[in-house]
């Protein structure tokens, strides 16, 4: 007996295959993290007493409602590290990771706003980009053992934003078309 294919008829597991396993994939990649990278440092201290930090912003069920998120928090200007008025934070860097802390998307925070950065559109362009940040990551430790901290950070600063770029594989076609939406600029 053979089994006649009928136009409406899709076997179980094309219907998985297609259907089902993307979504749980999807799903076990969520919640997003989003978190901020900058400088904090004390009133009326120099720059050579700032340091890098890195605070969690919150969580997010989707890559939109992140992004929402996180402008709305750079806008109010509400991202701090602590209650102390002496501390000061200066937000440089906004991350959305996924639950495995993969990349989902990063953008550089100017004057407010945050600029997105386009994600890698290839692996090979992802290894310039890693070499490239290595090479100023060096820098940055040569820097600091000159004790020149001012232009270690910077080294680290513009390593990050090159980083930035690095979005894992399974978000970057999400990530890009995100970007393409005039509201997203």
């Not at 998985?16 to 004390?42: D, F, M, N, W």
């Not at 998120?69 to 109010?76: C, G, K, M, Y």
């Not at 980009?129 to 513009?158: K, M, N, P, Q, W």
Request: with cysteine.
């Amino acid at each position: 007996m053979t089994l006649s294919h009928q136009p409406g008829f899709t076997a179980i597991g094309a219907i998985i295959t297609r259907e089902v396993l993307p979504r749980l994939r999807h799903a076990q990649k969520l919640p997003l993290r989003l978190s901020c990278i900058g400088t904090a440092g004390y009133k009326g201290l120099d720059g050579a007493n700032e340091f890098d930090r890195t605070v969690i912003i919150g969580q997010s069920a989707s890559v939109e409602e992140a992004v929402i998120l996180a402008s709305q928090r750079v806008a109010h200007g509400d991202i701090g590290i602590s209650t102390d008025d002496t501390l000061r934070f200066r937000p440089r860097v906004i991350v959305i990771q996924d639950g495995d802390l993969g990349l989902v998307l990063a953008g550089e925070v100017r004057a407010g706003i945050i600029v997105w950065q386009q994600p890698v559109a290839s692996d090979a362009e992802a290894r310039r980009i890693v070499t490239e940040a290595s090479r100023l990551r060096g820098l940055a430790f040569a820097a600091s053992g000159r004790a020149d901290h001012r232009a270690a950070r910077d080294h680290r600063y513009r390593a990050s934003l090159l980083e930035a770029r690095l979005v894992d594989p399974y978000w970057r076609e999400t990530a890009a078309d995100l970007l393409r939406l005039p509201q997203a600029a």
